[in-house]
């Protein structure tokens, strides 16, 4: 019996400057993915789990407490999470009484998130330790990324006029 013979794409030698570690306009936004995931780590062990929240969890506690309430496939569609995921947090956050799951009046298959007293709480004693923290990580520039990059990435994360999320 024959062996099949797999294609492959050629190797593509690394460029100089992805062995050094500097960054050029064709990597500049893996450089801006390495440190948003530099700074979520940061933010998740110096602030988050001390208050047994992950970045996650926080994101949507505070989505739910922007929005008053807010459906879970419109805090998917905001945060770029899998619903699945929010789901799954949202249960965890409900277990500790941070949000409540409020079914749907009008169909009792979706719920709605709303949030909870102790939420709020949370949320405002953890506002002031991220912005501090926040501040102390990006106090100059990001090292390789340029910052109109950044305000660029800033621009990107804010829902247009054309693909508005949730109800206008």
Known sequence: MSEL???????????D?????????????SVLCRAAHQVRRHLEHTVLHPAGLNWTSYDVLHLVIAHRQIEPQTIAAISGLAKATVTLAAKTLATRQLIRRVPDPGDHRHRFL????SG????HELRPRIRAAQ??????TVEGVPPALLH???TLTRP????QIGPS
């Open 114 to 117: 709303r949030p909870t007293v």
């Open 120 to 123: 709020w709480q949370v949320l």
């Open 152 to 154: 660029t990435a800033a």
């Open 5 to 15: 013979a797999i294609d492959q794409p050629p190797a593509v030698p690394l460029s």
């Open 160 to 163: 247009t006029t054309d693909h």
């Open 135 to 140: 501040q102390l990580l990006l106090a100059g």
């Open 17 to 29: 400057t992805a062995m050094s570690g500097r960054s050029d306009d064709c990597d500049a936004v």
